[in-house]
């Protein structure tokens, strides 16, 4: 590095030091009191290597990375054909109407006059044919199969083991009620229980939560929907008891009571010879059954029967009481003698009701099945006392006008037929179904649906030959006599363990629907296919056929 100094004057002191750098450091030989020139000189570079470089040189690491090739692809298309079109509207021409030439009126009178005699002949034979009876045009979609639908429970009432005793259909058929009780033997009169309601058509259902719960202090036996209020609900307790509740109260729902009195139903006595099958059957329930009054079409009174053998008509009154207001009793000593029946044991007077039915073309005929087996025909406008010294407010009358040939055990259930007025069902203990005729005691057939008891049976609202029963082996029954005398269209597997389904009931204003419920404390809602819930054009006719065949 070079370097030039601008010449200056030193000091005395300084001039030795500037002569021995212009001649190379050497101190001069002449002495420090005499100075020299000073002179310019170009010395060599000075460098010193960097340390820290080094240093970090040996630390550093050297990386690289690559991505992967990128694929490229070329492709072209090319149309094979193409075309040009051009479209020009034509100018609109205007439309003439043809005129509308004035009828000629005497010639049109002429023309009716002259078929008039024709067409009022074509349309009396139309109103007289049959062809289409009971038709009805089914606009909604074909079901082919039997589904399930809803599968209901009340999870308290199943935690204590009970039944599901009765279901029933509110007036709207949007809503399901059910009864828990239990049909076993034992002492249930001071068992808690539940009546509970589903509405169907409410949006978010949840089948474990119902849309009402009324606790009960006894256990419920059956239940029943008014005919035409959709939130009143009557039942018959163990104890004998009817009430009636309504569901839109959820506070208060107790509407009615009979209450425990001399007219009140009492438990029935069993004696061991009078019927072995009670130790293993379940006990007849009461049953309950809305009428409506004979001056009042509108009002309606609620009828219970019991193995009391008493038949009793209810009426609210004021206080939220139910009053007698009529009553039966069957009497084994005024039973009519058209048939043979077993001997009853000794002592005993009254035959023990455990099922009811109603004509559904003469309110006041009705049909009772008994502990006896045997089904029988009753009138509410029966007059002669019946021979009781069961206590009663009012007088009791002896309803039976005719005995049927029974069954082989207690019969369960009754059901008339909405579609002829001497045809009934019953179903009973020995897995058999009858049906009869008002007109014979022995039965027109009789079907074995079941090696275990028969609980329920029902004939269909919509289909003449259609009938349902809910069998002690777990399954639902549906049977169409226009396919088959012998043998179920369909069986439906209601309870996986067998247990036994105790009531079934069809819903007649959705008439796909049938509610059934089980020991399993469950209310299982079948959707029917529509072999089941539309008619067909003959139905009718061939059941009137077989009522008359039977009959001659």
């Not at 030091?17 to 000075?46: F, H």
């Not at 809503?175 to 002492?187: I, Q, S």
């Not at 259930?413 to 058999?432: E, K, M, Q």
């Amino acid at each position: 590095m070079a370097t030039h100094a601008p010449p200056r004057q030193l000091g005395p002191a300084g001039s030795a030091g500037a002569k021995a750098l212009a001649s190379g450091g050497a101190a001069s030989t002449e002495g420090p009191e005499r100075p020299g020139p000073l002179q310019d000189e170009t010395l060599g570079v000075a460098s010193v290597p960097s340390q820290w470089r080094g240093v970090q040189g040996i630390r550093g690491e050297t990386k690289s990375c690559q991505t992967a090739s990128i694929a490229t692809a070329e492709a072209s298309a090319q149309t094979r054909k193409h075309a040009d079109a051009e479209v020009q509207t034509e100018v609109p021409e205007p439309v003439s109407l043809p005129s509308v030439p004035r009828y000629d009126g005497p010639r049109l009178a002429a023309f009716l006059r002259r078929v008039e005699a024709m067409v009022t002949r074509e349309l009396n034979k139309n109103w007289q044919s049959h062809a289409f009876d009971g038709f009805e045009v089914n606009w909604a979609e074909q079901q082919q199969t039997v589904t399930c639908l809803h599968t209901l429970g009340y999870p308290p009432a199943q935690g204590q083991g009970l039944h599901v005793t009765g279901v029933s259909w509110n007036t709207t058929g949007s809503v399901v009620a059910c009864a828990y009780g239990r049909l076993d033997d034992g002492d249930w009169s001071t068992l808690k229980s539940f009546v509970c309601t589903w509405n169907l058509d409410r949006r978010g259902l949840n089948p474990q939560r119902p849309s009402a719960v009324v606790e009960v202090p006894s256990a419920v036996m059956c239940l029943a929907f008014h005919p035409t209020q959709p939130s009143h609900i009557a039942g018959g307790l163990y104890s004998g008891e009817v009430l009636v509740w309504d569901v839109s109260r959820p506070e208060d729902p107790l509407l009615w009571r009979t209450g425990l009195t001399d007219d009140t139903h009492t438990d029935p006595v069993y004696q061991v010879g009078q019927a072995s099958f009670l130790s293993v059957a379940p006990r007849p329930p009461v049953q309950v059954v809305w009428l409506p009054e004979p001056r009042h079409s509108h009002r309606f009174q609620v009828l219970s029967v019991a193995a009391d053998g008493k038949v009793l008509l209810w009426q609210g009154v004021g206080a939220g009481r139910l009053q007698l207001s009529a009553g039966f009793a069957l009497a084994v000593q005024q039973l009519p003698r058209n048939t043979k029946l077993k001997k009853p044991p000794r002592g005993e007077t009254e035959v023990g009701a455990t099922a009811v039915a109603f004509s559904s073309f003469d309110p006041s005929l009705f049909v009772l099945g008994t502990e006896g087996g045997f089904p029988l025909k009753c009138s509410l406008a029966a007059e002669e006392a019946a021979l009781t010294r069961m206590p009663s407010s009012v007088p009791l009358r002896a309803p039976a006008q005719f005995t049927f040939s029974p069954h082989g055990g207690p019969v369960y259930s009754v059901s008339c037929s909405p579609f002829h007025r001497n045809l009934f069902l019953s179903a009973g203990t020995d897995g058999h179904v009858h049906l009869y005729s008002m007109l014979q005691a022995q039965p027109l057939t009789s079907l074995q649906l079941s090696h275990k008891y028969l609980f329920a049976v029902r004939w269909s609202p919509v289909r003449p030959l259609v009938f349902a029963a809910a069998s002690g082996e777990g399954d639902v029954q549906l049977f169409d006599l226009q396919k088959s005398s012998q043998k179920p269209t369909v069986s439906i597997k209601q309870t996986q363990d067998e247990s036994p389904v105790y009531c079934l009931e069809f819903n007649h204003q959705q008439t796909q629907l049938l509610a059934a419920g089980d020991a399993k404390g469950t209310v299982k809602v079948w959707q029917l296919s529509s072999e089941f819930s539309e008619q067909g054009p003959r139905e009718t006719e061939d059941l009137d056929q077989l009522a008359a065949e039977v009959a001659t």
